[in-house]
């Protein structure tokens, strides 16, 4: 079967991955919409060598739609997912407008795949920083137990868009030629201060909620808990952004549940793990790093030592494409699992 599939955002950071990632994985497109804001109707955007022409977002375009992927901004998913489900489209919503409700999945196909089967028309895919992080601590839960995550981050600019990105090239070239550093975006768009990013580390994504923590923070805890069906897993999360492009970075600590778990343990297991990539091997100086991941699907980790005090406590690093697994192909993996399980 063929599917009419629309992209709203299509013209986004992730929008533009999207778009990539459904004729590079050979998606079963039919017909493909491009939807986004009246700013960017009119554009074309090159797929599977044909240009198809950018239309304004509105809830008449997804009449006969079979899959909508939404990644235009919370407030767009809240209007028109709604709109797309009446007439008959399966939501898969990139935002964080729906990902805590009770009846919307959400899901990473390596974890949680079979969670699709209740949907009610929305899927949720969750925070690009949240996914990566999953994908390798489940094969971990599965063999071992899981009690402790304790995670900071090391986020690319990409994770807040095409202007952020943007900015980074601007600040390091005025940084660069001696000339003002002018900060617009970062840390986030809409809050009261803005802080240069060339050359610096921020450590705010996101908006602070009343317990201290920033809404990204949160988001790695409360969507942990939920994709892995443990509400009572011990999640904290420091999350910082730095003046990377694209691929995030990951230093977890976690504590298994089971005693006498090696390096050599994890090694094998995350070896078999689907969608990881283990690169560990410090006589090597193999690890995973944003420049190696980046145009990749798969969620890299290495680094992994034991705790030098705790007997169930581990260290790893985790790096994947933010735009790719982080969103865009994990949005398409939940399309293709849709249709394996008969669900499409
Ligand atoms: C960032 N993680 O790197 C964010 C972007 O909830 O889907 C993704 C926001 C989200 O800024």
């Not at 939501?91 to 079979?114: H, K, Q, W, Y």
């Not at 990105?165 to 550093?181: D, F, M, N, S, Y």
């Not at 939920?226 to 691929?247: D, F, N, Q, W, Y």
């Not at 030098?308 to 969103?327: C, E, Q, S, T, Y």
Request: with cysteine.
């Amino acid at each position: 079967k063929q599917y009419h599939v629309a992209v709203v955002g299509a013209t986004g950071a992730v929008g533009q991955q999207m778009v990539r990632t459904l004729e590079d994985r050979n998606f079963p497109v039919g017909t493909l919409t491009l939807l986004s804001s009246e700013r960017s109707a009119g554009k074309t955007m090159r797929f599977r060598g044909e240009e198809i022409e950018v239309q304004a977002a509105s809830p008449e375009r997804f009449e006969g739609v079979d899959i909508a992927l939404f990644s235009a901004g919370g407030a767009v998913s809240k209007a028109l997912a709604p709109e797309a489900v009446r007439r008959g489209a399966v939501v898969i919503d990139n935002t964080s407008a729906f990902r805590m409700d009770e009846d919307v999945p959400l899901v990473v196909p390596e974890v949680n795949g079979s969670d699709l089967t209740w949907h009610n028309g929305i899927i949720a895919n969750p925070n690009c920083s949240t996914i990566q992080m999953v994908v390798a601590l489940e094969p971990i839960r599965k063999a071992f137990g899981l009690e402790r995550v304790i995670v900071s981050t090391y986020q690319a600019v990409s994770g807040a868009g095409a202007q952020a990105i943007e900015e980074l090239h601007a600040q390091t070239k005025a940084v660069l030629e001696g000339k003002p550093v002018e900060a617009n975006i970062l840390p986030v768009k809409s809050d009261r201060k803005h802080y240069p990013i060339a050359f610096n580390a921020i450590p705010q994504i996101d908006k602070f909620q009343d317990n201290g923590f920033t809404f990204e923070e949160m988001k790695m805890i409360n969507e942990t808990k939920k994709i892995m069906h443990m509400p009572e897993l011990k999640v904290a999360a420091t999350c910082v952004r730095i003046p990377v492009a694209s691929g995030h970075s990951e230093s977890v600590y976690i504590e298994v549940e089971q005693d006498g778990v090696t390096v050599a343990d994890l090694h094998e297991v995350l070896r078999e793990a689907p969608g990881v990539v283990l690169q560990d091997d410090p006589s090597e100086q193999l690890y995973p790093m944003p420049v190696h991941c980046v145009g990749q699907y798969d969620v890299f980790v290495g680094r992994i030592r034991r705790d030098l005090d705790h007997p169930r406590g581990f260290h790893l690093w985790i790096v994947a494409d933010n735009l790719l697994k982080g969103a865009a192909s994990n949005s398409v993996q939940i399309a293709e699992h849709l249709q394996k399980l008969g669900l499409i």
